[in-house]
């Protein structure tokens, strides 16, 4: 067995497009998934989770890596990660890791329920507009935490954490994820309203559960956690990534071919397959699997990104690239980040006629795009423009891969199966 490696090695992509895409491809775990689960380690005391279906993924190597600084022993094989937790977790968080990506944020309340303290430096990740953790930070004070911002790092402190009501004005799924974990050990019952929905916070109650912890109304709007003394370790398996398949069948689409997404759930995907279906695509599922094609070109349509079961925005992206080739006009409003149109220049220098109006963009479609030099901002931005590389008419350069490789696992050897010819080559230093 291995332990993850995080490289920093700057690396860029050559896409050759204008080639139908066709064939099949297998889901891999969900990254949204899997990272509260490995979080979740940390409220184990010497033994171990067993982790099947985890994505070997840039994020999965720095939550890895992150766990190792706080005591965790980790290793991964065919993926598979087990997760030894210490006896004694550290309870302060690296700042190198934590700034690198904004799940780090969710080693916050199993840290607290099991330490009694924490300290973790504000984390980082894409650069898709400011996602405070305010209401982490006050779910866990309401729940007794003593929390304190110094020197650009939260300090928290519990003798022991209380159950009791906490409305979200806003159904972050971060903030139900880490207020789930704080719970599990809090005195009492702890109820949670107004929560997130999403299928990831599913798996993660799924996952407590079978450690011991009374969770009940997962994928409601209200979760009831029961508080217990300890946990046990357990093996779990992590979802399909519904936002990974959801790319690839857009892709077939894009490419005038046609994919099938196989190990996948498809009611997961509702909101996008609706989409698709009105703009004219047809689409196909079985119990496990997803097909997709257009078999002329799709109309414009309206898209507005919403908490699940509304349309999700970290395909938003992907989305846009697609509608920029749709006939005549479409309108993509994003309801969840201020700042998550960074892809909107790089899709413009490929042809793509949009215009941005505050929250909201009105997308042109044109026949064709063509390639050109690009820079991935943020892993879905990143995700966007290999698409539209894929159905440009000449060769596509996307710089800043090293973003997509936060949430996309072996997607050159992926899309190679299905017939596009792309590669990832070392980016120059001049060229970075």
Same mark, same amino acid.
């Given at each position: 067995m291995r332990r993850f490696i995080v490289t920093t090695q700057?690396?860029?992509?050559?896409?050759?497009?204008?080639?139908?895409?066709?064939?099949?491809?297998?889901?891999?775990?969900?990254?949204?998934?899997?990272?509260?689960?490995?979080?979740?380690?940390? $409220?184990?005391?010497?033994?171990?989770?067993?982790?099947d279906r985890i994505p070997d993924l840039q994020d999965t190597r720095t939550m890895a890596d992150l766990l190792g600084h706080l005591g965790a022993q980790t290793t991964f094989e065919k993926g598979t990660m087990i997760i030894a937790a210490p006896e004694?977790?550290?309870?302060?968080?690296?700042?190198?890791?934590?700034?690198?990506?904004?799940?780090?944020?969710?080693?916050?309340?199993?840290?607290?329920?099991?330490?009694?303290?924490?300290?973790?430096?504000?984390?980082?990740?894409?650069?898709?507009?400011?996602?405070?953790?305010?209401?982490? $930070?006050?779910?866990?004070?309401?729940?007794?935490?003593?929390?304190?911002?110094?020197?650009?790092?939260?300090h928290a402190k519990a003798k022991g954490l209380r159950g009791c009501r906490i409305y979200l004005d806003f159904p972050s799924v971060g903030a139900t994820e880490n207020l789930m974990m704080a719970a599990v050990f809090a005195r009492g019952q702890t109820i949670l309203e107004n929560v997130a929905r999403e299928p990831e916070i599913t798996n993660l109650a799924e996952v407590l559960r079978a450690m011991g912890a009374k969770i009940e109304g997962e994928g409601t709007g209200t979760i009831r956690i029961t508080?217990?003394?300890?946990?046990?370790g357990t093996?779990?398996?992590?979802?399909?990534?519904?936002?990974?398949?959801?790319?690839?069948?857009?892709?077939?689409?894009? !490419?005038g071919g046609e994919i099938t997404v196989h190990q996948v759930i498809p009611q997961h995907m509702d909101a996008l397959l609706a989409k698709l279906e009105e703009a004219g695509a047809e689409v196909f599922c079985t119990e496990e699997t997803v097909s997709a094609r257009a078999p002329q070109r799709l109309r414009g349509i309206s898209v507005k990104t919403l908490p699940f079961p509304g349309f999700p925005t970290d395909l938003q992206p992907q989305m846009m690239a697609l509608l920029s080739i749709a006939e005549g006009s479409s309108i993509?409003?994003?309801?969840i980040f201020e700042s998550r149109f960074l892809h909107v220049p790089e899709l413009q220098r490929m042809g793509a006629h949009i215009e941005v109006?505050?929250?909201?963009?009105?997308?042109?479609? *044109?026949?064709?795009?063509?390639?050109?030099?690009?820079?991935?901002?943020?892993?879905?931005?990143?995700?966007?423009?290999?698409?539209?590389?894929?159905?440009?008419?000449?060769? !596509?350069?996307?710089?800043?891969?090293?973003?997509?490789?936060?949430?996309?696992?072996?997607? *050159?050897?992926?899309?190679?199966? *299905?017939?596009?010819?792309?590669?990832?080559i070392p980016c120059p230093d001049e060229d970075a």
């Open positions: 700057r690396q860029k992509m050559l896409i050759r497009g204008a080639t139908p895409l066709r064939g099949s491809i297998s889901a891999q775990g969900a990254k949204n998934a899997a990272l509260p689960i490995m979080a979740a380690s940390l $409220l184990l005391s010497r033994e171990q989770l067993i982790i004694e977790p550290d309870w302060e968080t690296p700042a190198h890791l934590v700034r690198k990506m904004r799940a780090s944020s969710l080693a916050l309340g199993p840290l607290l329920a099991r330490c009694g303290r924490a300290v973790l430096p504000l984390p980082g990740g894409c650069a898709i507009g400011g996602r405070p953790i305010d209401l982490h $930070l006050k779910g866990l004070a309401k729940m007794g935490a003593q929390i304190e911002l110094v020197h650009g790092s939260v508080g217990v003394k300890e946990l046990s093996r779990i398996t992590v979802i399909p990534d519904r936002v990974e398949a959801s790319t690839y069948l857009l892709a077939g689409i894009m !490419t993509v409003q994003e309801g109006q505050g929250n909201s963009a009105v997308v042109t479609g *044109v026949p064709a795009l063509h390639g050109t030099d690009v820079r991935a901002t943020d892993l879905r931005a990143g995700a966007a423009l290999i698409l539209a590389g894929l159905s440009a008419s000449d060769q !596509t350069e996307m710089f800043g891969v090293e973003h997509v490789a936060r949430g996309y696992e072996k997607i *050159v050897e992926k899309l190679g199966h *299905v017939g596009a010819r792309v590669e990832i």
